[in-house]
Protein backbone atom coordinates (compact mmCIF):
# COMPACT_ATOMS: atom_id res chain seq x y z
CA UNK A 1 0.00 0.00 0.00
CA UNK A 2 1.38 3.56 -0.69
CA UNK A 3 2.30 5.91 2.08
CA UNK A 4 2.41 9.36 2.00
CA UNK A 5 3.90 11.06 5.43
CA UNK A 6 3.32 14.45 6.72
CA UNK A 7 6.57 15.44 8.71
CA UNK A 8 6.01 16.24 11.86
CA UNK A 9 8.77 18.52 13.86
CA UNK A 10 6.77 20.21 16.28
CA UNK A 11 5.70 22.93 13.84
CA UNK A 12 2.49 23.85 14.77
CA UNK A 13 -0.90 21.67 14.88
CA UNK A 14 -0.95 18.61 11.88
CA UNK A 15 -4.55 18.15 12.57
CA UNK A 16 -6.64 19.29 9.85
CA UNK A 17 -4.10 18.69 7.68
CA UNK A 18 -3.78 14.96 8.41
CA UNK A 19 -7.71 14.92 8.04
CA UNK A 20 -7.68 16.74 4.32
CA UNK A 21 -4.67 14.33 3.27
CA UNK A 22 -6.45 11.20 4.82
CA UNK A 23 -9.91 12.29 3.33
CA UNK A 24 -8.07 12.43 -0.37
CA UNK A 25 -6.13 9.50 -0.04
CA UNK A 26 -9.44 7.83 0.55
CA UNK A 27 -11.20 9.43 -2.22
CA UNK A 28 -8.18 8.61 -4.69
CA UNK A 29 -7.38 5.54 -3.45
CA UNK A 30 -3.94 6.22 -2.41
CA UNK A 31 -2.93 4.48 0.47
CA UNK A 32 -1.72 5.25 3.97
CA UNK A 33 -1.35 9.09 5.39
CA UNK A 34 0.38 9.17 8.73
CA UNK A 35 2.07 11.98 10.64
CA UNK A 36 5.28 10.96 12.08
CA UNK A 37 8.55 12.01 13.54
CA UNK A 38 10.29 9.10 12.65
CA UNK A 39 13.11 9.26 9.70
CA UNK A 40 12.71 5.50 9.36
CA UNK A 41 9.05 6.10 8.24
CA UNK A 42 9.82 8.61 5.98
CA UNK A 43 12.67 6.61 4.59
CA UNK A 44 9.81 4.06 3.44
CA UNK A 45 7.26 6.52 1.96
CA UNK A 46 6.36 7.13 -0.94
CA UNK A 47 5.33 10.33 -0.73
CA UNK A 48 6.84 13.54 1.72
CA UNK A 49 4.79 16.34 2.92
CA UNK A 50 6.71 18.41 4.86
CA UNK A 51 4.21 21.39 6.36
CA UNK A 52 5.47 24.27 8.71
CA UNK A 53 4.39 27.34 10.66
CA UNK A 54 6.15 30.12 12.50
CA UNK A 55 9.86 31.56 11.79
CA UNK A 56 11.87 30.21 9.03
CA UNK A 57 15.10 30.07 11.48
CA UNK A 58 13.21 27.64 14.30
CA UNK A 59 12.01 25.95 11.61
CA UNK A 60 14.71 25.35 9.91
CA UNK A 61 16.56 24.47 13.68
CA UNK A 62 13.78 22.56 14.44
CA UNK A 63 13.73 20.40 11.80
CA UNK A 64 17.50 19.83 11.94
CA UNK A 65 17.70 19.26 15.59
CA UNK A 66 15.62 16.09 14.80
CA UNK A 67 17.95 13.86 14.18
CA UNK A 68 18.29 12.22 10.68
CA UNK A 69 14.98 13.49 9.86
CA UNK A 70 16.00 16.14 7.65
CA UNK A 71 18.47 13.29 6.09
CA UNK A 72 15.68 11.12 5.09
CA UNK A 73 13.84 13.77 3.29
CA UNK A 74 16.76 14.87 1.24
CA UNK A 75 17.60 11.10 0.31
CA UNK A 76 13.83 11.03 -0.61
CA UNK A 77 14.08 14.23 -2.20
CA UNK A 78 17.28 12.22 -4.17
CA UNK A 79 15.74 9.57 -4.97
CA UNK A 80 12.83 11.06 -6.96
CA UNK A 81 9.88 10.82 -4.17
CA UNK A 82 7.28 13.35 -4.80
CA UNK A 83 7.90 16.03 -2.06
CA UNK A 84 4.82 18.95 -0.99
CA UNK A 85 5.88 21.90 0.96
CA UNK A 86 3.55 23.89 2.71
CA UNK A 87 3.83 27.24 3.90
CA UNK A 88 7.08 27.39 5.68
CA UNK A 89 7.74 24.27 4.57
CA UNK A 90 7.86 25.37 1.19
CA UNK A 91 10.03 28.64 2.24
CA UNK A 92 12.49 25.84 3.76
CA UNK A 93 13.05 24.99 -0.20
CA UNK A 94 15.03 28.38 -0.82
CA UNK A 95 18.60 28.85 -0.84
CA UNK A 96 18.19 30.90 2.01
CA UNK A 97 16.03 32.82 4.30
CA UNK A 98 15.94 36.73 5.53
CA UNK A 99 13.55 36.57 8.57
CA UNK A 100 14.86 38.42 11.41
CA UNK A 101 18.49 36.63 10.54
CA UNK A 102 19.97 35.17 7.74
CA UNK A 103 19.21 31.33 7.88
CA UNK A 104 20.59 28.71 5.00
CA UNK A 105 17.16 26.85 3.14
CA UNK A 106 17.40 23.75 1.71
CA UNK A 107 19.21 25.49 -2.09
CA UNK A 108 16.64 23.21 -3.53
CA UNK A 109 15.09 26.15 -5.78
CA UNK A 110 16.82 29.06 -5.60
CA UNK A 111 15.79 32.09 -4.20
CA UNK A 112 15.40 33.49 -1.11
CA UNK A 113 12.70 34.40 1.02
CA UNK A 114 12.20 38.14 2.27
CA UNK A 115 9.54 40.16 3.52
CA UNK A 116 6.39 40.90 1.55
CA UNK A 117 6.56 44.43 0.80
CA UNK A 118 3.14 45.71 -0.74
CA UNK A 119 3.12 48.89 -3.05
CA UNK A 120 -0.47 49.99 -1.33
CA UNK A 121 0.41 51.29 2.12
CA UNK A 122 -3.58 50.08 3.35
CA UNK A 123 -2.49 46.32 2.81
CA UNK A 124 -1.45 44.72 5.82
CA UNK A 125 1.34 42.67 6.34
CA UNK A 126 0.86 39.57 7.53
CA UNK A 127 -0.76 38.60 4.53
CA UNK A 128 -4.19 36.84 5.74
CA UNK A 129 -7.38 35.64 4.37
CA UNK A 130 -8.21 34.46 0.94
CA UNK A 131 -6.65 35.77 -2.47
CA UNK A 132 -7.44 34.71 -6.03
CA UNK A 133 -4.24 32.62 -7.92
CA UNK A 134 -2.62 33.25 -10.81
CA UNK A 135 -1.68 30.20 -12.67
CA UNK A 136 2.02 31.09 -14.57
CA UNK A 137 2.45 27.85 -15.39
CA UNK A 138 1.03 24.56 -15.84
CA UNK A 139 2.02 21.21 -13.59
CA UNK A 140 0.01 18.23 -12.67
CA UNK A 141 -0.38 19.45 -9.29
CA UNK A 142 -2.39 22.20 -10.68
CA UNK A 143 -4.76 19.99 -13.10
CA UNK A 144 -8.37 21.40 -12.73
CA UNK A 145 -6.97 24.60 -10.95
CA UNK A 146 -7.44 28.26 -12.69
CA UNK A 147 -6.76 31.35 -12.02
CA UNK A 148 -9.10 33.09 -10.22
CA UNK A 149 -9.63 29.89 -8.21
CA UNK A 150 -9.29 31.23 -3.89
CA UNK A 151 -6.63 29.71 -1.50
CA UNK A 152 -5.60 30.14 2.33
CA UNK A 153 -2.97 32.93 3.37
CA UNK A 154 -0.99 33.90 6.47
CA UNK A 155 2.48 34.78 6.46
CA UNK A 156 4.73 37.87 6.00
CA UNK A 157 7.57 36.76 4.53
CA UNK A 158 7.31 34.81 0.31
CA UNK A 159 9.94 33.13 -1.84
CA UNK A 160 11.59 35.52 -4.29
CA UNK A 161 12.67 32.54 -6.80
CA UNK A 162 15.88 32.99 -8.69
CA UNK A 163 14.81 31.09 -12.07
CA UNK A 164 11.05 32.53 -13.19
CA UNK A 165 10.96 28.73 -14.91
CA UNK A 166 10.33 27.50 -10.88
CA UNK A 167 7.70 30.04 -10.00
CA UNK A 168 3.98 27.97 -10.65
CA UNK A 169 1.70 30.32 -9.35
CA UNK A 170 1.14 34.03 -7.55
CA UNK A 171 -1.21 36.48 -6.10
CA UNK A 172 -1.69 40.03 -6.15
CA UNK A 173 -1.31 41.85 -2.84
CA UNK A 174 0.52 45.29 -3.98
CA UNK A 175 2.26 43.35 -6.16
CA UNK A 176 3.13 39.76 -7.21
CA UNK A 177 3.36 37.72 -4.11
CA UNK A 178 4.93 34.12 -5.14
CA UNK A 179 1.85 31.31 -4.17
CA UNK A 180 3.42 28.10 -5.50
CA UNK A 181 6.96 27.17 -6.81
CA UNK A 182 8.51 23.60 -8.24
CA UNK A 183 10.85 21.72 -9.93
CA UNK A 184 11.28 18.27 -11.17
CA UNK A 185 9.52 16.22 -8.21
CA UNK A 186 9.40 19.20 -5.63
CA UNK A 187 6.82 21.49 -5.44
CA UNK A 188 5.37 23.55 -2.87
CA UNK A 189 2.45 25.88 -1.98
CA UNK A 190 2.56 29.24 0.56
CA UNK A 191 -0.93 29.17 1.16
CA UNK A 192 -2.41 25.89 3.24
CA UNK A 193 -4.33 23.71 1.04
CA UNK A 194 -5.93 21.86 4.24
CA UNK A 195 -7.90 25.37 4.81
CA UNK A 196 -7.77 26.57 1.31
CA UNK A 197 -11.33 24.58 0.77
CA UNK A 198 -11.96 23.18 -2.74
CA UNK A 199 -8.85 24.09 -4.69
CA UNK A 200 -7.07 22.77 -1.66
CA UNK A 201 -8.48 19.23 -1.50
CA UNK A 202 -8.30 19.33 -5.81
CA UNK A 203 -4.63 19.68 -4.92
CA UNK A 204 -4.26 17.71 -2.36
CA UNK A 205 -5.74 14.73 -4.75
CA UNK A 206 -3.57 15.66 -7.68
CA UNK A 207 -0.55 15.55 -5.45
CA UNK A 208 -1.57 11.90 -4.06
CA UNK A 209 -1.93 10.84 -7.83
CA UNK A 210 1.40 12.31 -8.80
CA UNK A 211 3.76 10.21 -10.44
CA UNK A 212 6.74 11.93 -12.00
Known amino acids: MPLTV ?11 AEKAFQRMAAETDAGEVRVTTRPEDVARADRIVL ?3 GAFPACRRALGDRG ?3 EAIAEGVAQGKPFLGIC ?3 QMLASEGLEYEPTPGFDWIGGSVGRITP ?5 KVPHMGWNDLVIDRAHPVLDGIATG ?4 FVHSYHFRVADP ?3 LAHVDYGGPVTAIVGRDTIIGTQFHPEKSQATGLRLIANFL ?4
Not at 119 to 123: A, C, E, F, I, K
Not at 149 to 152: I, L, R, V
Not at 209 to 212: F, G, I, N, S
Request: no cysteine; charged share 15%; hydrophobic share 35%.
Open 119 to 123: SDPTL
Open 149 to 152: DHAY
Open 6 to 16: IVDYDSGNLHS
Open 88 to 90: VGM
Open 165 to 167: AHL
Open 209 to 212: RWAP
Open 68 to 70: GLF
Open 51 to 53: PGD
